[in-house]
């Protein structure tokens, strides 16, 4: 991952979409921001606790780091849902009405699509030749619903992208180290289970890429930031870590 920092608020860029012209992308940190306590301290989430001043301080900086990108959020439901943004015939009229949803892909300028984590992974997604981003909010529910091979199809059926166009980032979320499912037989369907390690850990960062790589997306516009956000509290906000916590903001436009 690529480090950068922004009026004085750091963040990362994934290697294979920063080389590319057209976009911008951040993947935050818990630091740079105006939270306290268990928000400390880039907290871009509502509704969790934190001081709303704080939130709305917060989203200005990351909006900030990107060029004054405008954001745009959902209301993540661990579905498998994607609000399609398009030029010239929004779908959604007025993307501060928070859809429930768990993706959005857009052809819109100036549009940053928001995915709010703390364990879940981001996965963005961008197409230089169409010129259309995506953003994808994959917990295990959405990534056994294959959430991720939606969204591209998507990206195909709507923005006529192709597959082997897109550049794919997978972000800091809970890693195979620490992704724990004691109760995988219920959970988890038998077709995940080859992602299995020593005990009831689950690799969802193999899972994503193998969703990737069958939606056609080719394996070397794929990148994984491998950064897990419970071992890594001291950057990240981990659900599973701290329970009480904020939200990270991963966040792609079309610049
Ligand atoms: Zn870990």
Redesign the pocket.
């Known amino acids: 991952m690529i480090s950068r920092r922004e009026n004085g608020v750091p963040f990362f860029e994934f290697p294979n979409l920063a080389s590319l012209p057209g976009i911008r992308h951040g993947v935050f940190t818990r630091k740079g921001g105006a939270s306290l306590g268990p928000y400390a301290a880039l907290n871009v989430g509502q509704s969790l606790g934190d001081r709303p001043e704080a939130v709305a301080s917060n989203r200005e900086r990351v909006s900030r780091c990107l060029g004054n990108l405008r954001l745009a959020f959902i209301r993540q439901v661990h579905g498998t849902d994607v609000v399609v943004l398009k030029n010239g015939a929004p779908e959604v009229a007025d993307p501060d009405t928070l859809p429930a949803a768990d993706a959005m892909v857009t052809d819109i300028p100036r549009t940053g699509l928001v995915i709010q984590t703390a364990d879940c992974q981001a996965v963005m997604l961008y197409d230089p030749r169409q010129r259309v981003a995506a953003n994808v909010h994959s917990g295990w529910r959405g990534s056994i619903r294959n959430i991720i091979g939606k969204t591209v199809g998507a990206m195909t059926s709507r923005f006529r992208c192709d597959p082997r166009d897109i550049r794919a980032g997978i972000g800091p979320s809970?890693?195979?180290?620490?992704?724990e499912f004691i109760h995988y037989r219920n959970e988890i369907p038998r077709e995940f289970w080859k992602y299995k390690g020593e005990n009831r850990h689950f690799d969802f960062w193999s899972a994503s890429r193998d969703q990737l790589l069958n939606a056609g997306v080719p394996e070397e516009h794929i990148f994984t930031s491998r950064l897990?956000?419970?071992?890594?509290t001291d950057l990240f906000f981990s659900y599973r870590g701290e329970h009480a916590t904020g939200r990270l903001a991963m966040v792609i436009g079309l610049g």
């Open positions: 809970l890693g195979p180290c620490c992704a897990c956000t419970r071992c890594r």
